[in-house]
């Protein structure tokens, strides 16, 4: 009897947990559909499972109407107006230029933002407090529908502007990257 007790309790505690997940996932969904334009800096760590090594880039990226955007790196630079993208890489002086193809599982800038957000079941994973600001932890994970590059991720959310300061994704070889 107390080990039913103890099951049905977790059954509703991830109940509530994955529906205030939802909640929070749709108010950042919210968020981001009203922005414009959005500019921010960042540190892009990557860890490459199968070699272990690390890599860490930093760079600054502009976003406007959620489609167009520009990344600048120290060794790059990447411009699209959301059917064509730029690609400058500043040690060879190389430009590439190429279209923007929806289903090529490359992944994009504002993907991160503005897509996969919608296409991901949330998990509230826990509550921090940064700084003195409530941080919400969610978990993501693709819809049945939704094949790609990215198996999983997490966001590290503002509570208070629904902003997200942190991206973590697992990719389909099992390396990790963060913003």
Do not use: C
Request: no cysteine; glycine share 4%; aromatic share 14%.
């Amino acid at each position: 009897m107390m080990f039913r007790m103890t099951i049905l309790l977790v059954f509703l505690a991830s109940a509530f947990a994955d529906e205030s997940a939802s909640k929070v996932l749709k108010k950042i969904v919210k968020k981001y559909d009203k922005i414009e334009n959005f500019t921010a800096e960042f540190i892009h760590t990557e860890y490459f499972k199968l070699t272990g090594s690390k890599n860490e880039t930093t760079g600054k990226i502009y976003i406007k109407d959620g489609v167009k955007y520009r990344l600048v790196t120290e060794d790059q630079e990447i411009v699209t107006n959301g059917k064509i993208v730029w690609t400058y890489t500043s040690f060879n002086n190389q430009l590439l230029i190429d279209e923007v193809k929806e289903r090529d599982g490359s992944l994009l800038p504002r993907d991160l933002l503005y897509k996969y957000p919608k296409e991901y079941y949330a998990i509230l994973l826990e509550d921090l407090k940064i700084d003195n600001e409530k941080i919400y932890v969610l978990k993501l994970d693709p819809k049945e529908n939704v094949h790609g590059f990215i198996q999983s991720m997490k966001l590290w959310v503002n509570a208070k502007s629904y902003i997200i300061s942190k991206i973590e994704y697992t990719d389909y070889k099992n390396n990790i990257s963060s913003f």
